[in-house]
């Protein structure tokens, strides 16, 4: 049982260079998230979706993009990278039907523009 | 949004009790949670609180009393595998967890 995978699980990018990170999940849940993790900060939320086919806007969603095309995949898309983007992502998905409707999360990618 | 406030650093000795406070400000509630993390890992679940009261699962309870915008997270027989940052995250109207900062709890022998 995979859960949820990331790919890369760490990559340094030169500034203006397109990065799209990978994100899987075999569980069938419905709901997926990216979050950024930085020092200090804990965790915010980039881009989400609640179903395939939606997407929406976190607290923390410029200079990214995402997309839903099907209920397992959700990548996630730096256009044109700046050194400020530098930060561990977390993908994560929940399902509506579990007990708590709690987030689960991928390993994360470890992310550094130069 | 939500405000999340939570210490950032707590040291406790093997065998002991630790308390991580977490107070909020919500413009929606549906639920906090408790997320453990290791270092260099990925936040995994512990708890979850939408009324007010106790939940306890083995060694960690979880405090909630909405009027105050307050939880605690109890680690009770401290072991050094709970040297970890903790999480508190609350769930807006929405459904979106908004998340504290963490507090690094380290246990010391």
């Known amino acids: 049982i995979a859960g949820i995978t990331q790919a890369p699980t760490s990559q340094i990018l030169a500034a203006g260079r397109r990065m799209t990170l990978r994100c899987t999940q075999d569980m069938r849940h419905n709901a997926m998230y990216w979050y950024r993790q930085d020092l200090g900060l804990g965790l915010r939320l980039i881009h989400y979706?609640?179903?395939?086919?939606?997407?929406g806007k976190g607290e923390v969603p410029d200079g990214y993009s995402v997309s839903r095309a099907n209920t397992d995949d959700f990548p996630l898309t730096l256009a044109s990278a700046v050194p400020s983007q530098t930060s561990v992502y977390f993908c994560?998905?929940?399902?509506?039907?579990?007990?708590?409707?709690?987030?689960?999360f991928g390993p994360g990618t470890r992310l550094t523009v130069l | 949004g939500q405000n999340i406030d939570q210490p950032t650093e707590m040291t406790a000795t093997e065998g002991a009790i630790v308390q991580i406070n977490c107070t909020y400000q919500?413009?929606?509630?549906?639920?906090l949670f408790w997320y453990q993390q290791h270092a260099g890992e990925a936040p995994t679940f512990l708890s979850y609180?939408?009324?007010?009261g106790l939940e306890e699962k083995g060694r960690f309870s979880s405090f909630l009393s909405r009027s105050k915008g307050y939880s605690y997270l109890l680690l009770k027989e401290l072991q050094m595998k709970d040297s970890a940052s903790y999480l508190c995250?609350?769930?807006?109207?929405?459904?979106?967890?908004?998340f504290g900062a963490g507090t690094t709890v380290t246990v010391r022998a």
């Open positions: 919500t413009s929606g509630f549906n639920g």
């Open positions: 609180n939408v009324l007010d």
């Open positions: 995250a609350v769930r807006d109207g929405d459904y979106k967890l908004s």
């Open positions: 994560a998905s929940s399902d509506e039907a579990s007990s708590y409707n709690e987030q689960f």
């Open positions: 979706s609640n179903t395939a086919g939606t997407t």
